[in-house]
């Protein structure tokens, strides 16, 4: 439950909202009626609702811009904003940094999906060096995300998801890289590494900046442990009603489930609507 109490009512906020568990339904992916109304009503009263997602562009299609009209995206965690239909900032690794990270997955044996604004690429899933992370791409490819060849990636991916179960090749990997990568650990070996200094907080930031919105207007909803960054960024922090522990720990207020109005509660509480 909340630490504070929201204000009643904000002239002009931006709301960053998780994709995953947040505005749609992990299981079927579907999004309650309650949350389309929401949004719709909160943009209404002038408010900037923003997804704010570790999904590459690649990786936010139809699928998800066809469920609700919304002002914009942040995505791959930071490294690419949509706003207003168009694309306002961009990072993407260079080709020289691209060619030494893949380098360093061969050298670490380490398994990943290199994640572009237009394309993913990785290995096929026969050529996995574990069965782990080859299993979850079997299943990454029957969602229709376009994928193609590593040797293809360099200079065309923003940042990469990987599994790292061998704490070995992991800590190796880590210790030659970390001075360039940040690493999010989403448990059981899987992380999400982005360029140094990049995640949805900076992507918060970066937005604000660039609409001369005071940091003091944001909100964002979440509910994973790669939502932390987030989270702790905006002034108001919502958890869903299934959010990992680390989540409601920090948040200001838990919300009900996604199936539950989640999303308009939510909203009710931050004012908006």
Known sequence: MPG???RAFFYRMIIFLDIDGTLIDEKDHSMPESTKQAIAQARKNGHICMINTGRAGSMVGP???????LDGFVMGCGTMIEYAGRIIFHKTFSVAEAEEIITGLRKYRIDAVLEGSEVCFCDAPKEMNTDEFGQFVTGWMKLGYARDTVAKAPGHFDKFYCYMGDKDLRDGFMQEFGDRLDFVDRERGYYEVTPKGFSKASGIRTLAKLLEIPMEETAAVGDSNNDL?????A?????MGKSSQRVKEIADFITTDIQQDGIRNAFRWLGVI
């Open 63 to 69: 699928e998800i811009r066809d469920l609700v009209e």
């Open 235 to 239: 002034q108001y922090a919502i958890g």
């Open 229 to 233: 960054s987030m989270l702790e960024c």
């Open 4 to 6: 504070r109490v929201c």
